[in-house]
């Protein structure tokens, strides 16, 4: 697994440059195939992803069952609108029902663009009450999405300070914090939204006592509470949803999800009990791309697959946590191993700019978020062979960023 990290693929760098908006910082590698939990370079360097696509894939690259299902629904249909019926969203929407204890549901391409459905649901829900209940309830640190609504509400000024105004009425409050969370709620709320776990934010669990409070105060208040699933959902924490969790569960009015939805095709849904699924009448919203028959078909073999494998994923991430713990010992850099599942956060006392450049020269594909945090998301079909080689790799960076800090 140890490699030399490749160069970019020639000329592919040059175009990027040249050609698209700056608006990404790459990483110096060009991926080309993957196979199960690895990804290879053009140079056909192998690296173990314990990224994912940032949990997009979640069932690894060249899953044989997803393959086999994307390659007959190619050769069948891809696209209808959503003008006609096809023989998938039905279905997939059942079994999201199902899985999520809601009762409706409505298919986008992306996580943002769910969650913008979402916010619209709280709006026309608020506009029903009265013309001041537009306010929507969030956290310090969350991540919704980059769309002008998302943005209003995510509890980051860095996502919105270049594009202001943007939509007003966002609240935010700290993760855990009942009292602020009761002195932000009032007659005006239209929405509550959080992610269980902070992804992007830091890998954060959110305090199960806080949902709770949550709920109450939307009922309170006659406010839509809103679960971004997006990051936290499907598999990722150990059972469906991150909020399945909490005993007993803590159902919201609306969850939103999307990423590894369908495998990497892209594909996000809102699932909505009845009486936030009134909030939007024929007509009030729509997505010509939103839920093809790819799309759902795709979906429906990855929730096949995850149902065999959602009982492995939680103990699979307390071996990976566990082994991380022990790491922890022997650098006083490591502040503290956070997250549920395969939802792992490094809590670093540092930067993890170079560390991130490092695992990659280890063959290791890791994340760094909040200038501080090593993210970690693998595929579900990690093995504990996998995780001990990430450990080595690991282990070995941190040996390198210890000799760093000391010299
Ligand atoms: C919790 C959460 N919400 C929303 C989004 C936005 O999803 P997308 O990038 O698919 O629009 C993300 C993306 O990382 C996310 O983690």
């Given at each position: 697994m140890t490699s030399p990290t490749a160069?970019?693929?020639?000329?592919?760098?040059?175009?990027?440059?040249?050609?698209?908006?700056?608006?990404?910082?790459?990483?110096?590698?060009?991926?080309?195939?993957?196979k199960g939990c690895y990804v290879y370079d053009t140079n056909n360097r192998r690296y173990l992803d314990l990224?994912?696509?940032?949990?997009?894939?979640?069932?690894?690259?060249?899953?044989?069952?997803?393959?086999?299902?994307?390659?007959?629904?190619?050769?069948?249909?891809?696209?209808?609108?959503?003008?006609?019926?096809?023989?998938?969203?039905?279905?997939?929407?059942?079994?999201?029902?199902?899985?999520?204890?809601?009762?409706?549901?409505?298919?986008?391409?992306?996580?943002?663009?769910?969650?913008?459905?979402?916010?619209k649901m709280m709006h026309s829900h608020g506009n029903r009450i009265s013309a001041a209940k537009h306010e929507v309830i969030a956290l310090d640190h969350s991540f919704h999405g980059r769309t002008i609504g998302s943005i209003s509400i995510t509890g980051q000024p860095k996502y919105r300070k270049d594009f202001e105004p943007v939509?007003?009425?966002?609240?935010?409050?700290?993760?855990?914090?009942?009292?602020?969370?009761?002195?932000?709620?009032?007659?005006?709320?239209?929405?509550?939204?959080?992610?269980?776990?902070?992804?992007?934010?830091?890998?954060?669990?959110?305090?199960?006592?806080?949902?709770?409070?949550a709920r109450e105060l939307a009922d309170r208040y006659d406010a839509l509470l809103c679960f971004d699933e997006i990051q936290c959902g499907l598999g990722r924490t150990g059972t469906y949803f991150a909020y399945q969790l909490m005993d007993p569960v803590v159902l919201p009015d609306i969850m939103v999800t999307a990423k590894p939805l369908a495998a990497g095709i892209p594909l996000g849904a809102i699932a909505a009990n009845e009486r936030?699924?009134?909030?939007?009448?024929?007509?009030?919203?729509?997505?010509?791309?939103?839920?093809?028959?790819?799309?759902?078909?795709?979906a429906l073999e990855f929730l096949d697959i995850l149902?065999?494998?959602?009982?492995?994923?939680?103990?699979?991430?307390?071996?990976?946590?566990?082994?991380?713990?022990?790491?922890?010992?022997?650098?006083?850099?490591?502040?503290?191993?956070?997250?549920?599942?395969?939802?792992?956060?490094?809590?670093?006392?540092?930067p993890c700019k170079q560390i991130v450049l490092d695992?990659?020269?280890?063959?290791?594909?890791?994340?760094?978020?909040?200038?501080?945090v090593l993210r970690l998301l693998p595929p579900y079909i990690i093995t504990e062979q996998d995780i001990d080689r990430a450990i080595e790799g690991l282990d070995r960076v941190f040996a390198k960023e210890a000799k760093r800090a000391e010299g």
């Amino acid at each position: 697994m140890t490699s030399p990290t490749a160069a970019p693929a020639h000329g592919v760098v040059d175009l990027e440059r040249d050609y698209l908006l700056q608006n990404y910082a790459r990483l110096p590698v060009t991926l080309h195939r993957g196979k199960g939990c690895y990804v290879y370079d053009t140079n056909n360097r192998r690296y173990l992803d314990l990224i994912a696509g940032i949990g997009v894939n979640a069932l690894g690259h060249a899953h044989p069952r997803i393959v086999k299902v994307m390659r007959d629904q190619l050769g069948m249909l891809v696209h209808t609108s959503n003008l006609y019926y096809h023989e998938y969203q039905g279905p997939l929407a059942k079994r999201l029902c199902e899985m999520s204890g809601l009762q409706r549901v409505f298919f986008g391409n992306s996580g943002t663009e769910v969650t913008e459905a979402a916010i619209k649901m709280m709006h026309s829900h608020g506009n029903r009450i009265s013309a001041a209940k537009h306010e929507v309830i969030a956290l310090d640190h969350s991540f919704h999405g980059r769309t002008i609504g998302s943005i209003s509400i995510t509890g980051q000024p860095k996502y919105r300070k270049d594009f202001e105004p943007v939509m007003p009425g966002a609240k935010w409050v700290p993760a855990g914090d009942l009292a602020a969370l009761e002195a932000a709620v009032s007659e005006n709320t239209c929405g509550i939204i959080f992610e269980l776990v902070q992804g992007e934010g830091g890998v954060n669990p959110v305090p199960f006592e806080f949902a709770r409070k949550a709920r109450e105060l939307a009922d309170r208040y006659d406010a839509l509470l809103c679960f971004d699933e997006i990051q936290c959902g499907l598999g990722r924490t150990g059972t469906y949803f991150a909020y399945q969790l909490m005993d007993p569960v803590v159902l919201p009015d609306i969850m939103v999800t999307a990423k590894p939805l369908a495998a990497g095709i892209p594909l996000g849904a809102i699932a909505a009990n009845e009486r936030a699924a009134s909030t939007i009448a024929p007509g009030m919203h729509g997505s010509t791309f939103g839920g093809g028959p790819l799309a759902c078909r795709t979906a429906l073999e990855f929730l096949d697959i995850l149902d065999e494998i959602l009982p492995t994923i939680s103990d699979l991430g307390a071996y990976f946590r566990a082994r991380l713990t022990e790491l922890a010992k022997r650098y006083s850099f490591i502040r503290e191993i956070r997250g549920y599942g395969l939802m792992i956060g490094i809590d670093m006392t540092m930067p993890c700019k170079q560390i991130v450049l490092d695992a990659l020269e280890e063959g290791l594909l890791v994340n760094c978020t909040q200038n501080t945090v090593l993210r970690l998301l693998p595929p579900y079909i990690i093995t504990e062979q996998d995780i001990d080689r990430a450990i080595e790799g690991l282990d070995r960076v941190f040996a390198k960023e210890a000799k760093r800090a000391e010299g």
